[in-house]
């Protein structure tokens, strides 16, 4: 799975400290999540993706979509 959450950030202006304080998870996870080496729980991804006001389908692209 890609994520699209530092552009998405860089949009709304937020650091990943700001992000994952928002979310309530630490920086390492953002980080980790931005590289695709973390598959986010559901609420997570919905936590995500409202703090930076977009949707979920928006911000994480499924390998499925290539084809």
Known sequence: ???RMKEFRARTN???AALADAVGVRR???VFLEKGKY???LRLA???AC???TS???LFLFGDEDK
């Open 56 to 58: 979920i389908d928006e």
């Open 14 to 16: 937020m650091t990943q």
């Open 39 to 41: 598959n986010p729980s």
């Open 28 to 30: 390492e996870t953002i």
């Open 46 to 48: 919905w936590q995500v």
């Open 1 to 3: 799975m890609q994520t």
């Open 51 to 53: 703090a930076l006001e």
